[in-house]
């Protein structure tokens, strides 16, 4: 880490370990912050169109049937950033034959992540966001795999840097604070987040993003748990009902300035450019679900009319609502949500596949998955 990029502003302290490196260790939050007109526009229009969003999802006849295939999308794109290769229709695949294989680790880790994101908004909404919280989410994170240096769940003992792939300590460009200064970091981070803040809720947010990536309190997955600690806030602060909105297309999109900005602040004390970069990320990621949801029920409607066309049963409508859910499924998965026989699964998969809303992708005889591509199109591409 060059300590001469770090000038007077910086938040924070550079300390030298007793194995002779430096690190960084975070001033506790909240920074002397002069909110400029210009960023109390940024703050409007990023309320603006997430409240935009916020009354798109209102209106929708079933808010659960897009939230599965959105956790889901988040899923692959924050692990892509962290190196795994699965995708989403790997991911659906996976899950739809409930498989287990152990071929398949970066898969599994994915799926990990949607677990863990939706078990938050399982919980209360006035979930304590506590340390122990955390600890629980990188569990879930890790659960079953062999990442996590096989300390999924705890915090780690050991220094940590961030810098190109490969490199050592002494190549690194950031070196966070060394376990010891760490513990006194994250006590500090936490009576933050469980302290009602006077700074507007986006700006408190992009301030705990930073903060929590800065400590770097994992020896893995810190990236994905600081990406759902901000979904947490969102619908903590009550900018956010649902789980529709995710930054991690953003960041991925966006990654060499990410990491930039992130650095300038604990270089220079650069927090508005970083808040800046943040509340335009609300902004556009608030417009991009919008129009991915205003798509998916434009499907809706277009498959719901092909069918009624042919007098289709309520049975068959049903199915069609759950392919936004899951758009890939099983005859045994259809047989079981449907409470039907597996001959009469088959045959409404049958109906599907004769309308070109679904396509067998395996190509066996058994153990056949069902794929509504255009479904799976909409909800994944990376730009519209």
Known sequence: MDIAEFNENKPGRIIKAL?????????????????SWSLVKEISDAERNLSRLESTVNFLPNPKL??????????VLSSQIEGTQASLSDLFYFEALKTTEKDLPDVKEVSNYAFALESIFEEKNNTELT????KELHKKLFRNTNKGFNSPGEFRKSQNWIGPKGCTLNEAFFVPP??????????????YLITPSHLPALINIALIHYQFETIHPFNDGNGRIGRILTVMLLH????LSKPLLYLSAYFEK???????????VSQKGEWEKWIRFFLRGISEQSRDVVER???LLSIRQRYRNKLQAVRSSALLLKLIDDLFANPAITVSRVAESCNITPRAAQKNIDKLLAEGILKEITGKKRNRVYVA???????GENKL
């Open 254 to 264: 966006n990654r060499s300035e990410y990491y930039r900005l992130l650095l300038a």
């Open 236 to 239: 903590k602060y009550g900018l």
């Open 178 to 191: 060394p376990p010891e200064e760490m513990k006194n970091a994250l006590k500090e981070f936490e009576k």
């Open 293 to 295: 949801i205003n798509l």
């Open 66 to 75: 897009l939230i599965n295939p959105f956790v889901r999308r988040e899923a």
């Open 131 to 134: 340390l122990e919280f955390l």
């Open 373 to 379: 591509s255009e479904i799976v199109r909409i909800i």
């Open 19 to 35: 194995q002779g490196y430096e690190a960084f260790v975070p001033n506790p939050l909240p920074p002397d912050i002069k909110l």
